[in-house]
């Protein structure tokens, strides 16, 4: 009988070089060489002493390979009279991300989850103007809040930039936790109401424990959000407290002296290094966050 | 005293009233299920039974407390959801015991009560098991034990059978009225299906639009429908329906007049009826021959189902659904005399569609 199987049977040939595969992966080649070039030629750079960089030769790799930009951009870059390099914004920095993150997310989570499942009189309206506000521009805020921060006592200190990030983050964050909440079968809910759980109770023992993909979304976008910030911290610090962000900038623009284009790529790859690190770590953090089977299936 | 009493119910959602002046008691240690189709307002009541929905007007007893303002977890109620809802991150342990640990019971009763219900539903072997790795049938266990575990007066199913797969729910709708027979609790149950209906009510509250069209049990339910819709409702395949005029205790029905001696009338009536009679109420060939009502049909259509077959054909103008034995040979095209007695017909005014 096996002779009787004339004509196509079992699975289609597949060719490797079919022109579909070469327009994809022709494509793919192209566009990531086009945003892994700057990259590749910042880490060169970084690790180039001065008299190789006068050369001329940007795509070159070093000949001679040395971390002594890496260090200097680190402690000893100038920013006016400060001679410690990105250290000190760096520690500011996370001075004024751990904080904004943990009290934007935890003030949002708590908002989304009484605006999806506590809804009360005016509650969709509250709603409305909270989203309003994502897409009011933020330079249209800057004198006003600079007079609330004056008043408050908050102006140039740490505490004051951490207010801005988090009132600015409740918008979108809010909306995103009230749609994953949102999502969570009511079922779930009033069972935990008939069990006698009460407001907090359905939050911290029913909600929170399956919302940690939702968690992990808001934790990138704030990371990166507050992080990358340069608008709120040059305007809202003084030198003294300055994000690396800030920081960065005034060492790459600095006027004086000679420019080091090592110490200034390093600097940048240093200060853009944090949320690089959190894409790849989180990556594996998202599929491990899934929740398995909540109600049926 | 009764289980639950309902008074002068009513609940509307902005201007729409899904509930109006609903009156319903219910006896201790009753099975009663609330039928309807979808969006009857059968779910809606539960949820107010269960203090989910704040009421717009009226008043819910239970155990003979006011309990209209009452917060779920203090009306003595336990809730089955047709989605089970159970808590996916905590074992059936834990799902079991989170009412009990809200109550903040001291943990040697916790226990005590927990093997006590998983000993009953069958389910020890899963106590250290998440939701997810159980079966669907199992999953609704583990919801009913969490009911059960709270040691409560009234039970309220919200369609838990409807999730589960047919062969399933025949099984579980068995155990469900063993439990019932031995628990004693009363018990509320939602369902759009009416073979469970049938199977497990002590009565059934056939609801439409927020009105209950008819509550008794299911044998009155089935052969002395109070209205059309019931009649048409319950039953399937459903009902025949004929229009005729009724005068002087006789029906023209195909051209034909039948005395309609036999029908238990509430009161004498005159003009236009419909007459329904039950698939499985028609005889056919030689049965039917000395039946008050006789006619030859063409058969249109034969369904087997096994156990019996369904025939369609036409009647006045009407599709006319009967059942005839399940081995049987009967093909399309057939000439076949279909007959039926007048006692076993519904009869109902034209109008306001009410039984006479």
Redesign the interface.
């Known amino acids: 009988m096996a002779d009787a199987l004339t004509g196509p049977s079992g699975p289609p040939p597949k060719r490797i070089f079919s022109r579909t595969n070469i327009m994809l992966y022709g494509t793919l080649l192209v566009v990531s060489i086009y945003y892994l070039l700057p990259l590749y030629v910042m880490v060169v750079t970084s690790l180039k002493g001065m008299p190789e960089i006068r050369l001329g030769n940007i795509f070159a790799p070093p000949l001679e390979v040395t971390f002594e930009p890496w260090v200097k951009a680190w402690s000893e870059a100038c920013t006016g009279i400060n001679c410690d390099g990105l250290s000190r914004g760096f520690w500011n920095s996370v001075k004024i991300l751990v904080p904004s993150c943990a009290l934007s997310i935890a003030v949002a989570s708590v908002n989304g989850y009484a605006l999806a499942r506590w809804k009360f009189k005016g509650s969709e309206l509250f709603f409305s103007i909270l989203i309003v506000g994502a897409f009011i521009p933020y330079q249209t805020m800057l004198y006003p809040l600079v007079i609330i921060l004056r008043e408050l006592g908050l102006m140039g200190k740490l505490g004051g930039l951490v207010l801005v990030h988090t009132v600015f983050g409740m918008p979108i964050l809010t909306l995103l936790f009230r749609n994953y909440f949102a999502g969570i079968p009511e079922d779930l809910f009033k069972a935990a109401r008939v069990d006698g759980a009460g407001f907090w109770g359905i939050y911290f023992r029913i909600m929170l424990p399956m919302s940690l993909p939702i968690f992990v979304v808001a934790l990138i976008l704030q990371v990166t959000g507050i992080w990358n910030d340069f608008l709120f911290g040059v305007i809202y610090t003084k030198p003294a407290t300055y994000p690396m962000t800030v920081q960065l900038n005034n060492i790459v623009n600095s006027v004086q002296g000679i420019k080091e284009y090592n110490v200034n790529m390093a600097a940048t790859l240093l200060t853009g290094g944090v949320p690089l690190i959190l894409y790849f770590i989180s990556g594996k953090l998202f599929v491990r966050g899934i929740a398995a089977g909540a109600v049926k299936g | 005293m009764n289980s639950v009493e309902i008074r002068e119910l009513d609940l509307s959602f902005g201007t729409v009233n899904v509930l109006a002046g609903l009156n319903l008691d219910i006896a201790q240690g009753e099975f009663l299920v609330l039928l309807g189709s979808s969006g009857c307002g059968k779910s809606t009541l539960l949820?107010c039974i269960?203090?989910?929905l704040d009421v717009s007007a009226g008043q819910i007893f239970i155990q003979g407390k006011n309990v209209t303002w009452a917060?779920?977890?203090e009306r003595g109620?336990?809730?089955v959801?047709?989605?089970?809802?159970?808590?996916?991150?905590m074992t059936v342990e834990g799902n079991l015991s989170?009412?009990l640990k809200?109550?903040r019971m001291d943990k040697e009763e916790i226990k005590k009560r927990v093997s006590k219900a998983s000993e009953i539903l069958q389910i020890e072997s899963l106590l250290k098991r998440?939701?997810?790795a159980l079966s669907?049938g199992q999953?609704q266990r583990v919801a009913i034990g969490?009911a059960l575990v709270?040691d409560v007066d009234v039970f309220l199913f919200d369609e838990p059978l409807s999730?589960l797969d047919a062969k399933l729910r025949t099984d579980l709708r068995v155990e469900l009225k063993l439990l019932h027979r031995k628990l004693g609790n009363t018990m509320i149950y939602v369902t759009h299906d009416q073979v469970e209906a049938m199977t497990l009510a002590d009565r059934i509250a056939v609801m439409k639009d927020g009105v209950i069209q008819q509550l008794g049990d299911p044998n009155t339910i089935y052969s002395k429908p109070t209205n059309k819709y019931v009649a048409d409702f319950i039953g399937s395949p459903s009902m025949n329906f004929f229009k005729g005029p009724v005068e002087n205790g006789a029906m023209q029905i195909n051209n034909e007049s039948v005395s309609l001696a036999k029908y238990d009338f509430h009161k004498p009536y005159n003009g236009l009826a419909w007459l329904g009679i039950r698939p499985e109420h028609v005889r056919s060939g030689s049965d039917a021959n000395d039946c008050d009502f006789n006619a030859t049909v063409v058969v249109d259509l034969v369904e087997p189902m096994g156990a019996d077959t369904l025939v369609w054909s036409t009647l006045q103008d009407n599709p006319f659904r009967f059942r005839v034995e399940g081995q049987t040979d009967i093909k399309q095209g057939d000439k076949i005399s279909i007959g039926f007695e007048i006692e076993r017909t519904s009869l109902f005014d034209i109008d306001t569609e009410i039984r006479l």
């Open positions: 949820n269960a203090g989910l917060q779920p977890s109620i336990g809730m959801f047709q989605s089970y809802a159970l808590y996916p991150q989170f009412g809200n109550q998440k939701p997810a669907g999953r969490r709270r999730n």
